[in-house]
């Protein structure tokens, strides 16, 4: 069965500062990876996806993240962190066959001034 | 170009009514799903559809039941409301690539939610 576990439940970083958010996955073949964001009061927007090809997917807003298939992980990072970052940000991972998708319990960023 | 339509935006129901939340995609998107976002749950998985005539279970499709009778609309019907289905309800629609034998979806559209009390 599928599965996604963000570790973090909340992150607090400076502005400016650099960002990493983990995600680990659990899939029995090569999985589908996507990072949503959703800001206070807001739908969630699509950040980047990962189906093959290279492992490091660049995404809107200046974010990346790097498939480790031997870690089974997804972590999304980007290098300087602004105030309009603050959001919550949730990994999933999607079904080949049946495009099932399914997301992570999610990670609350708060960012310092 | 409406995207992703869900209806109501706000609903209060008692213990034991039963209601319909309205889905409807313009995109002609195959994949439609609904689910439920909870504090520290994260967004849980209700139900799914790949197209017309098709549909699955997801994570937590206890006390829920969907239909798609078209390719546009995916209502989520609720049978008899329990206080643990208070949350926020999110339709979310997606083409699907790879049909053939199956397929992913590429990225999510997005209703603007349902907020749902059950007192």
């Known amino acids: 069965a599928q599965s996604v576990t963000q570790p973090d439940i909340h992150i607090t970083v400076s502005e400016g500062a650099s960002l990493e958010l983990r995600c680990n996955y659990s899939y029995g073949a090569t999985p589908y990876l996507f990072w949503y964001v959703q800001s206070p009061g807001q739908g969630l927007q699509l950040l980047l996806k990962y189906f093959s090809g290279d492992t490091l997917v660049q995404g809107i807003k200046g974010f990346e993240a790097e498939f480790k298939r031997s870690q089974s992980s997804f972590n999304l990072r980007k290098p300087s962190v602004h105030w309009s970052d603050a959001a919550e940000y949730f990994c999933a991972v999607g079904n080949r066959n049946t495009g099932k998708l399914i997301f992570g319990q999610g990670t609350t960023l708060q960012v310092k001034p | 170009n409406a995207g992703v339509t869900q209806t109501p935006k706000f609903q209060v129901l008692k213990t034991g009514q039963s209601m319909t939340l309205q889905c409807a995609q313009d995109m002609n998107h195959e994949y439609m799903s609904w689910y439920r976002q909870d504090p520290g749950m994260g967004l849980r998985l209700i139900h799914y559809s790949v197209g017309a005539g098709i549909t699955d279970q997801g994570e937590v499709p206890n006390g829920y039941n969907v239909s798609r009778s078209t390719t546009e609309d995916f209502p989520l019907r609720l049978l008899s409301a329990a206080p643990s289905q208070t949350s926020v309800y999110f339709c979310?629609?997606?083409?699907?690539?790879?049909?053939?034998?199956?397929?992913?979806?590429?990225?999510?559209?997005f209703g603007s939610g349902t907020q749902l009390s059950v007192l």
């Open positions: 979310a629609s997606s083409r699907l690539t790879n049909l053939q034998g199956g397929g992913t979806n590429e990225k999510l559209f």
